[in-house]
């Protein structure tokens, strides 16, 4: 009941008139969610150490993506081309704290049971759990606000880098009309967390790729594919390497 009401919710911040289109949402969710091939999160270790140069920490955190769903072991995927493009500069630490369908509040539950530890960069991939969930456009920045200064206080992370909403409308495992809904929802939620961020220290916004060419999804139609993740990897990594020069790190 509780996910139908914020469903019916969502419908209505989007436009009342498309409550009509409800039960045609509701089926074809049932249909994405049962022909959808469910894939694997990456194998490969969770953390550890790569490179030369001065330490810097990084965390991964989030949802599918962070874990690295679409590929198969993690130096395909998003914490490992992120390590792969930092190397040469860097003695990377890294670790990756991510599970499928986590959400921006239930992310900020596992940090929360998680020990302390310092890092001076933090990787987010969270977002298209709270569009498909029915979360409002409000709650969702009240709760990254507090993921944001969770990581500054409890981990001491000096760069938060956000990673922007997916073209869900380019989500071939979606049927339409739902992808045309969830797609828009993403765009605004999309621009909402850009505006939101401006001018937010220690916070930058990345633009995740269009996935308009073939190959930028995985095989399931939903998950980036290992050239997305190289893309997305190497963005993080041009923007860490700009923020934090190898002679500022603590």
């Not at 690295?68 to 860097?90: E, K, M, P, R, W």
């Amino acid at each position: 009941m509780r996910f139908l009401f914020n469903f019916l919710a969502a419908i209505w911040e989007e436009h009342p008139a498309l409550i009509l289109l409800t039960p045609v949402f509701l089926l074809d969710g049932l249909y994405a969610r049962t022909a959808t091939v469910k894939m694997p999160e990456a194998e490969g270790p969770r953390s550890g150490r790569s490179g030369s140069g001065p330490t810097l920490r990084l965390l991964v955190i989030g949802d599918s993506a962070a874990a690295g769903v679409g590929v198969v072991h993690q130096n395909q995927g998003l914490a490992g081309q992120t390590v792969q493009a930092l190397q040469s500069i860097f003695s990377v630490e890294w670790k990756i704290v991510a599970i499928t369908g986590a959400t921006t509040l239930s992310t900020i539950g596992d940090l929360e049971k998680c020990e302390p530890e310092l890092f001076d960069v933090a990787l987010t991939s969270l977002g298209v759990n709270d569009v498909t969930s029915g979360a409002l456009v409000k709650d969702c920045l009240q709760q990254r606000a507090r993921l944001l200064d969770l990581l500054r206080e409890r981990f001491g992370v000096q760069l938060t880098l956000v990673t922007g909403f997916p073209p869900v409308h380019k989500f071939t495992a979606l049927p339409q009309p739902l992808r045309w809904y969830m797609g828009r929802r993403s765009v605004r939620f999309h621009h909402a967390m850009r505006e939101f961020l401006a001018g937010r220290a220690g916070c930058q916004f990345v633009e995740l790729p269009e996935a308009d060419q073939p190959g930028m999804l995985a095989s399931d139609g939903y998950h980036p594919s290992a050239q997305t993740y190289a893309i997305w990897g190497q963005k993080a990594a041009q923007q860490i390497a700009q923020y934090l020069p190898a002679r500022s790190i603590r």
